[in-house]
């Protein structure tokens, strides 16, 4: 089965900086795209980052872009979202998800697999 998982989380002072990692099993993410997600109490989940393939096409929040960088390990099977600067308005449950077609996509429901969430608090 595929299975996802995230870890990484935690809480951190505002400008400063968090690496999530999402170690996946029983499929390769090289033939997959990969994506982050957050969501925050009372709000919708909203894509964070993407990545089609390692050294490929990536995506980005306009609210994160350059702070946030997606990456990937294919001999690890783990993608990372490195969160550098980081401000309250970051603070949400971080989810890793899998997407089983070719296309990098920003939408939730264009991904198959998804891990539990990790917990991101900025404080003030």
């Known amino acids: 089965q595929v299975q996802l998982v995230e870890s990484g989380g935690g809480l951190v002072q505002t400008g400063g900086s968090l690496r999530l990692s999402c170690a996946v099993s029983g499929r390769s993410i090289s033939v997959s795209s990969m994506g982050w997600f957050r969501q925050a109490p009372g709000k919708e989940r909203e894509f964070v980052a993407g990545?089609?393939?390692?050294?490929?096409?990536?995506s980005y929040l306009d609210a994160v872009k350059g702070r946030f960088t997606i990456s990937r390990d294919n001999a690890k099977n783990t993608v990372y979202l490195q969160m550098n600067s980081l401000k309250p308005e970051d603070t949400a449950v971080y989810y890793c998800?899998?997407?089983?077609?070719?296309?990098?996509?920003?939408?939730?429901?264009?991904?198959?697999?998804w891990g539990q969430g990790t917990q991101v608090t900025v404080s003030s």
């Open positions: 990545i089609r393939r390692s050294g490929s096409k990536t």
């Open positions: 998800a899998a997407d089983n077609g070719m296309v990098l996509r920003t939408t939730p429901t264009s991904y198959d697999y």
